[in-house]
C-alpha cells in the first residue's frame, strides 16, 4: 500500500507548475487542487523504482495510470489495480489471482488521489527551488519536508522542466528510509474515462482466481 501511495502522489504533483518561493508555491498548489478537482480526467505514463535504505534498488516498474476524482486505475507490469470510489481490487499477474477489498475511511484517505494531492497543507515546508540538470534537461529542483515528524515521508524532491513547466521526476524519501524515484514520461488532462475503467470485470480475465477479502 506505501507503494502505491507514493506512485499515486507523484502522480498529483506531476500536474504542479511551482514558483520560485514558498509563499508562490502555495499558491499555485491550492490552484492545481482546485483544478484537480474539476478535472475531467488524468493519464500518465510512469516508470518507478524503488531504493531501499542501504542503497540497494529493486528493478523498475513502469506502467499507465488513469484517474478520474477519487477513481483511478494503475496498470504495471506485476499487477494491476481498480478502485471505483467504494471498492479496490489488485490483480496479481504471477499468480493470476484477484484480492477484493473494501478500504475504510482512514485506508481510502491514504489512496485517494485527491487526499493526496492536499498533503501540502497539512504541515509541508517548500523550500526555494535550486537548478540542476536531469537527463540532459534543466530543471527547478524543489524540495518538500515536514514541518514536523512526519510516519509516511521525509522528504519530497521534484524536478520541473523549465521550458514546459512540467514535472519530469520525482524522489520521495520515505520516513523507513526507503526511496522512491518515478520518472514521468507523458501527462495528459480532461480525459473522458468511463467510470466502468476503474471497476475489475471478470469477464476480461478468465481463469482467475478472485478472493473477496471484504
Avoid: C
Avoid at 502505491?4 to 504533483?13: K, N, P, R, V, Y
Avoid at 540532459?136 to 522528504?155: C, E
Avoid at 521534484?158 to 512540467?166: F, H, L, P, Q, V
Amino acid at each position: 500500500m506505501k507503494t502505491i501511495t507514493s506512485i499515486l502522489l507523484i502522480f498529483l504533483l506531476s500536474g504542479y507548475t511551482f514558483a520560485q518561493n514558498s509563499n508562490d508555491a502555495r499558491a499555485l498548489l491550492d490552484k492545481a487542487y482546485a483544478t484537480y478537482e474539476a478535472s475531467d480526467g488524468i493519464r500518465l505514463s510512469f516508470k518507478s523504482t524503488l531504493t531501499d535504505k542501504d542503497g540497494t534498488a529493486y528493478i523498475p516498474q513502469s506502467g499507465e495510470a488513469y484517474i478520474k476524482g477519487d477513481k483511478f486505475k494503475l496498470e504495471m507490469e506485476a499487477m494491476d489495480i481498480w478502485f471505483d470510489g467504494k471498492t479496490q481490487w489488485v490483480l496479481m499477474k504471477d499468480v493470476n489471482e484477484v484480492n477484493i477489498s473494501a478500504p475504510t475511511t482512514s485506508e481510502i484517505a491514504s489512496i485517494s488521489p485527491l487526499a493526496l494531492l492536499g498533503i501540502y497543507k497539512n504541515g509541508f515546508t517548500l523550500k526555494t527551488p535550486a537548478s540542476k540538470t536531469i537527463s540532459g534537461r534543466s530543471t527547478h529542483l524543489i524540495d518538500m519536508v515536514p514541518a514536523s515528524q512526519n510516519k509516511d515521508f521525509k522528504s519530497i524532491t521534484a524536478a520541473i522542466d523549465k521550458e514546459s513547466g512540467n514535472i519530469i521526476q520525482v524522489i520521495l524519501t520515505m520516513a523507513d528510509g526507503m526511496k522512491n524515484k518515478i520518472d514521468i514520461s507523458g501527462y495528459n488532462t480532461n480525459h473522458q474515462f468511463s467510470d466502468t475503467i476503474f471497476r475489475f470485470d471478470k469477464n476480461d480475465y478468465p481463469g482467475v482466481e478472485i478472493v473477496d477479502l471484504r
